[in-house]
Structure formats: C-alpha cells, structure tokens
C-alpha cells in the first residue's frame, strides 16, 4: 500500500482564489512529520510547510496552511489568493520516527496551475 | 540557509559510460540522498546514507552505486549508463535524529543518455 497518497494528479485555481490539495498518508507509527514541498517548472524543490504528528494545532506559513486530519490521515495543504507564481507541482511527504536514517516517503505529486 | 549544491545542471552522456553525480551539502547534515524523478512516477530513493562511508540501498539501486568519503559529498555513480537512466536527478540532506526536520534539495541534475 502507499504511504503517501495525492489523488488530484492535476488542479486549477483562479489566480486569488483558494485552493486545497489532498494528501492522505498510512503508517503505525505514532511519531511522524508531514511535509509539502513546491518544485517549479525550473525543477528546484522547495520545503514550504511541516506538521508534526503530535502538534495540536493546525501549521500555517503565510499563504500556505495545512488541514491535518488525524483521525483520518490527511494532511491537506491549503493555499490562499492564489498567484501567477504557485503554478507548480506540489508534494507530500512523510518522515516517520522508526526510521532512524531520516528518509521520507514522497507522494506523485499534485500539478497546480493558477489561471490569470 | 542550507546549501545543497549539485554539480550540473543539465548533462549529456553516452550509452555505456561512466557517469558521477556530485553533490555537496554545507550544513554538517548527517543524512543525504539521491532520487531520481520521472514524469507521473514521482520522487523514486535510489540510494541513502546517514554517515560517511554508509550507505543503504533505497527503492531502485539496480545500475547505480555511490560514494560518501566525506560526511559534505555525497556523489551517485553510473557504472554503465544506459538509456532508461535519462532522467532528472536530485539531491537532497537533512539532519538525522527528529521527525521535524525537512530535507534540502539541489537545483536538480538533468541527465540524457544518448
């Protein structure tokens, strides 16, 4: 089974608008951290938000805002007034406390294009 | 900030030879990694290391190797290259021991083998 699951392969959004993606994610452990990430067209990755399996509150980073849903294993990013410039591809990711190493678990991948 | 630098950009080689990937790091980070990104496959763990001369194998090892002589460096080889090896190529580092700990990525290295 995946750990990390985006099912919107792709989305788009009015440049302004709101938009949310979906990430659900599958493991035992309780000692996680969940990660979205934004890679543009020049292709660098770029860390934009991080949620911890044990915070209480929801993360939020200017813009970006994530919908952590426990209970069902979502950890949504939410993106607010869209610009021009969030046209990207988008990534969650999972880092769980068993694995020592410090890898992640990265899903496909959600495309976002903003419409002017 | 975290620097992690990848030695080209793009490159283009030829079936059969031997390739290096280098990347650097400049934040004492214990862990680094390589993937290897395809169109609608997502971000595939080719190999990892969590200290110098430690390596372990990620998702797709088969026809690469790599080298961690220096906890900085951390280089992916090709030991043949071949033509389902053209793909993009990133780097990436983070600090070993917490969940909360993001991993820093290279600009990218975009391989064609002809």
């Known amino acids: 089974a995946q750990k990390i699951t985006q099912t919107q392969p792709g989305m788009f959004v009015q440049e302004k608008e709101a938009v949310t993606l979906d990430c659900t994610y599958d493991?035992?452990?309780?000692?996680?951290?969940l990660f979205w990430y934004k890679q543009p067209s020049s292709g660098e990755m770029i860390f934009l938000i991080y949620q911890g399996s044990y915070d209480q509150q929801n993360a939020t980073e200017g813009r970006y805002s994530l919908n952590f849903q426990k209970a069902r294993k979502s950890a949504n990013l939410v993106i607010s007034a869209s610009q021009l410039g969030d046209s990207a591809m988008y990534f969650c990711?999972?880092?769980?406390?068993?694995?020592?190493?410090?890898?992640?678990?990265f899903g496909d991948g959600t495309t976002l294009t903003v419409k002017p | 900030d975290v620097k992690v630098t990848q030695s080209s950009r793009y490159l283009v080689k030829r079936t059969g030879e031997k390739v290096f990937l280098e990347c650097v790091q400049d934040m004492d980070h214990e862990n680094m990694f390589w993937y290897r990104q395809d169109p609608g496959l997502g971000l595939r763990l080719i190999y990892f290391?969590?200290?110098?001369?430690?390596?372990e194998k990620g998702d797709i090892p088969e026809g690469y190797s790599v080298s961690r002589e220096k906890k900085e460096r951390f280089s992916l080889i090709l030991e043949s290259a071949s033509t389902n090896q053209t793909s993009m190529y990133l780097c990436?580092?983070?600090?070993?021991?917490?969940?909360?700990?993001?991993?820093?990525f290279g600009d990218g290295t975009r391989l064609s083998i002809l």
């Open positions: 990711a999972m880092r769980e406390g068993r694995a020592n190493a410090g890898k992640s678990t």
């Open positions: 290391s969590y200290d110098v001369k430690m390596k």
């Open positions: 493991t035992s452990d309780p000692s996680y951290g």
């Open positions: 990436a580092s983070s600090l070993i021991r917490t969940t909360n700990q993001p991993q820093h």
